[in-house]
């Protein structure tokens, strides 16, 4: 496909529903994952306008900053610490609704304000890796981004 997007849609799940055949299609026959994670990266932070989008990739026992779209970021986060680490460590996708609620969040960037962060596993059913979408406002993630991003990330 032409490495372009198309969104028209003005709501989130419009965008979310418009926007995933497009990675779809983005990382059709391509093998590599770092290069489908920095294009799904790239695909989500353009057409839905989120402050952050990352992973980070399970590396000797430690979370390590992966392909990414926004600020510079934080490289390194133990299981357990931050909304990353939870996550992974509980393998659960979290909605975190205001950033500074959280304790022992991880403030890589003042101007985040809420975040969602999604396991990814690999065909075993072992995490190796997460997820992190930010936003600058407050409340800004539902099921409904949970459900896409899953989708988004089967597609790995
Ligand atoms: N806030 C995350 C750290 C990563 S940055 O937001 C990019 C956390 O608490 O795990």
Redesign the pocket.
């Known amino acids: 496909m032409a490495e372009e997007l198309h969104i028209q849609a003005k709501d989130k799940e419009g965008k979310y529903r418009e926007l995933l055949p497009q990675i779809k299609a983005l990382l059709d026959g391509e093998p590599d994952r770092i290069a489908n994670m920095a294009n799904v990266a790239a695909a989500l932070k353009s057409a839905m306008c989120f402050f952050?989008v990352?992973f980070?990739l399970v590396k000797d026992e430690e979370l390590v900053l992966g392909p990414?779209q926004g600020p510079v970021?934080?490289t390194r986060?133990s299981k357990g610490?931050?909304?990353?680490?939870t996550a992974w460590e509980k393998r659960n996708i979290l909605i975190v609704e205001d950033?500074e609620k959280?304790p022992?969040?991880?403030?890589?960037?003042t101007l985040?304000k809420s975040?969602i962060?999604v396991p990814l596993y690999n065909s075993q059913n072992e995490i190796i890796g997460v997820l992190?979408v930010?936003s600058d406002q407050l409340n800004a993630f539902d099921t409904v981004d949970a459900q896409y991003l899953e989708n988004i990330l089967q597609l790995l």
């Open positions: 952050w990352g980070y990414f970021a934080c986060i610490k931050g909304v990353c680490g950033v959280f022992g969040h991880i403030a890589c960037s985040s975040e962060v992190d930010d």
